[in-house]
């Protein structure tokens, strides 16, 4: 089956500072698409960013970065000069090849400190 | 802004009764979904709709009805809501050009 891990269910970092948010999946696919989101308390769900299986370039979005291994299926979301605004749950999400279906992991919460 | 509205937002219902939940989206997208989430375990699939009429079970589909007679609206009902059914419910559309989900602002339903 496949199943998306997130094992930090709280995470903590000073403000402007680098943290890492980690995240596993199980897949026997070769292609497909990984996702992160941010949900703040308003309780809205914000894309974060993507990453397409086949590309070996890790996305980056602003202060946002990923670090995608494939053969060790690990999807890790770096946030760079943290703000209070990234206060948030964050979900990683997996979408199963060949259906419009996503697995999504339990969410690691992050707090900033200021 | 995907133009995801979800009504209502709030709701408190007694156990054994009906409810529906609806989700109206502007841009015609084809795949539509509702998510129920519960703390410790993240975002779980109830039914997903690939088109009018066309619907699937996602993992939580026990005790939940879809329905989608027209392109925008998408309907969720609990047909005798239980206290299990006490969630945060969020729908969600996937336009047909991209791979990612853009979701709504969520309902709070709390059965008592």
């Known amino acids: 089956a496949q199943t998306v891990t997130q094992s930090q269910p709280e995470m903590s970092v000073q403000e402007a500072e680098t943290v890492t948010l980690s995240c596993t999946y199980d897949t026997s696919e070769s292609d497909y698409y990984l996702f992160w989101y941010k949900q703040p308390p308003s309780r809205q769900m914000i894309l974060v960013i993507r990453?397409?299986?086949?590309?070996?370039q890790n996305a980056t979005e602003n202060r946002f970065s990923v670090n995608f291994q494939k053969a060790a299926k690990s999807f890790s979301l770096k946030i760079s000069d943290s703000q209070l605004g990234d206060a948030a749950m964050y979900f990683c999400?997996?979408?199963?090849?060949?259906?419009?279906?996503?697995?999504f992991g339990t969410g690691t919460r992050l707090k900033v400190l200021a | 802004d995907a133009g995801i509205t979800q009504s209502p937002r709030h709701k408190v219902t007694e156990t054994g009764t009906p409810v529906t939940l609806r989700c109206h989206q502007t841009?015609?997208?084809?795949?539509m979904y509702w998510y129920r989430q519960d703390p410790g375990h993240g975002l779980r699939l109830i039914h997903y709709?690939?088109?009018?009429?066309?619907?699937d079970k996602g993992e939580v589909s026990d005790g939940y009805s879809v329905s989608r007679s027209k392109t925008e609206d998408f309907l969720l009902t609990l047909e005798s809501a239980t206290s299990s059914q006490t969630s945060v419910y969020f729908c969600?559309?996937?336009?047909?050009?991209?791979?990612?989900?853009?979701f709504g602002p969520g309902t709070r339903l709390t059965v008592t």
């Open positions: 841009e015609n997208h084809r795949y």
């Open positions: 969600a559309i996937t336009p047909d050009i991209s791979y990612e989900q853009y």
């Open positions: 999400a997996y979408r199963m090849p060949g259906t419009y279906k996503y697995i």
């Open positions: 990453q397409e299986a086949y590309k070996q």
């Open positions: 709709s690939y088109g009018v009429k066309d619907t």
